[in-house]
């Protein structure tokens, strides 16, 4: 059975940063791509970075990109989602999510995933 566990969520100052860690358990993940979404009150779940954990390819959603990096140990079976430069409009209830992928593909929408973790809230204060 897939696990998906995030962790590192909290209160951070406008400008600070965060690193959140899933950690990801219940079968071999060479062959999965990663993803992190969050959800902000009021507002759909959207993307915010994926990471092929085959081939290490990345993406981010514009409103993120250049401030947040994604990074996976296979080692430990755990992606990480280093976030710098934090805004309060990236307070959000943040998720993992793993989708079986070929090395090449990432994937960027939210239906794609099959497996989700429980989430760990970041909140941003002004």
């Known amino acids: 059975q897939v696990q998906l566990v995030e962790s590192g969520g909290g209160l951070v100052q406008a400008g600070g940063s965060l690193r959140l860690s899933c950690a990801a358990s219940?079968?071999?993940?060479?062959?999965?791509?990663m993803g992190w979404f969050r959800r902000a009150p009021g507002k759909d779940r959207e993307f915010a970075a994926a990471?092929?954990?085959?081939?290490?390819?990345?993406a981010y959603a514009d409103s993120v990109k250049g401030r947040f990096t994604i990074a996976s140990d296979n080692a430990k079976n755990t992606v990480y989602l280093q976030m710098n430069s934090l805004k309060p409009e990236d307070t959000a209830v943040y998720y993992c999510?793993?989708?079986?992928?070929?090395?090449?593909?990432?994937?960027?929408?939210?239906?794609?995933?099959?497996?989700w973790g429980q989430g760990t809230q970041v909140t941003v204060s002004s």
């Open positions: 999510a793993a989708h079986p992928s070929p090395p090449e593909r990432l994937w960027e929408r939210a239906h794609e995933y099959d497996y």
């Open positions: 990471i092929n954990w085959n081939s290490g390819n990345t």
């Open positions: 219940g079968r071999t993940f060479s062959n999965y791509a």
